[in-house]
């Protein structure tokens, strides 16, 4: 059985349908430190800084798989920094000792493009380089890469990774990522609201339309061991744009939708990560290979909201 940390989240909630598709309604715990309308038929309360709490699950539900998600994200971590580190590594330690201990089979944790900092070449972030990233949650999840890979070394723990770049979905909303700003504006082209945009309009971030990027979490954990070359963590890319870039996509369905320009704190952590990822390595070793552009995903986005905002 699988157990999935922070499910509540948007990433969470989207990947805990993947897996109950692909492996059965049974076989999917998700767990949270709150109830939710999307649990699923198998869930239980869960604050993974609790390791005992964590153990008595894996144990009571017979785990085989965790997918570690419970974290605090860049934009909110910023806020409460201490609280963040303590949360975003006590959690994943805690993971990686039940893993250790219990013989879980699989262990998931993604990892982001917040890794990279002002001494990366902002052009292209490679796989390997320098990581010197400007928020704790860039820092936390350098650590945590680190982590996985001394478990895998010294434990034998099966821990896959891939840094996920800015997810863009209309089945939930943003959680606090400095990449928000590419679901929220779609929410408010389909409403008819001017945007207020906090990033500046030609500062490029990596993107993924959610899709592509259940997929690429699928696939990883789905490769044959031996196919995993690298127990850090997998760039993994999709497309890249500018506000001004998603703005444009945008008005070819919207012609009259309005946007603002009000950069603010966000902006600077932006302008420390680069304009896009080599992937090559993923590609590589287990065949990664997006399927989404702007321009397709900004079409099922306001397709998907449009049906959603009409319902309500």
Request: hydrophobic share 40%.
């Amino acid at each position: 059985m699988i157990l999935i940390t922070g499910a509540g989240g948007q990433i969470g909630t989207v990947l805990a349908k993947a897996l109950r598709k692909k492996h059965g309604a049974d076989q999917v715990l998700t767990t949270d430190i709150r109830h939710n309308d999307l649990a699923g038929q198998f869930f239980e309360i869960l604050d993974v800084t609790d390791g005992v709490r964590l153990l008595e699950l894996v144990k009571e539900y017979n785990i085989t798989q965790i997918y570690h998600l419970a974290s605090i994200l860049s934009a909110k971590g910023e806020k409460h920094p201490i609280p963040t580190w303590e949360i975003n590594m006590g959690t994943l330690l805690n993971v990686l000792e039940v893993a250790s201990k219990t013989g879980i089979e699989k262990v998931f944790y993604p990892s982001s493009i917040a890794i990279y900092g002002s001494e990366t070449n902002l052009t292209l972030g490679p796989q390997f380089g320098a990581q010197l990233p400007t928020t704790v949650y860039g820092i936390s999840k350098v650590a945590g890469e680190l982590w996985c890979d001394y478990y895998f070394k010294h434990f034998g723990v099966d821990v896959r990774s891939v840094r996920l770049p800015g997810i863009i979905g209309s089945g939930t909303l943003p959680g606090g990522g400095t990449t928000d700003y590419a679901v929220e504006i779609y929410h408010s082209a389909v409403q008819g609201k001017v945007f207020e945009c906090y990033i500046s309009e030609d500062e490029k971030m990596p993107m993924m339309y959610m899709k592509d990027a259940m997929r690429a979490i699928l696939q990883l954990m789905g490769a044959p061991s031996k196919d995993i070359k690298i127990r850090q963590s997998y760039n993994i890319a999709s497309m890249s744009f500018s506000p001004k870039e998603i703005y444009a996509s945008i008005k070819k369905v919207l012609p009259d939708f309005e946007l603002v320009y009000k950069p603010d704190f966000r902006d600077r952590i932006a302008k420390s990560w680069p304009d896009e990822i080599d992937d090559s390595r993923a590609r590589e070793d287990w065949g990664w290979q997006p399927k989404y552009d702007l321009d397709a995903m900004t079409k099922v986005m306001l397709d998907s909201l449009s049906k959603q905002y009409l319902i309500k």
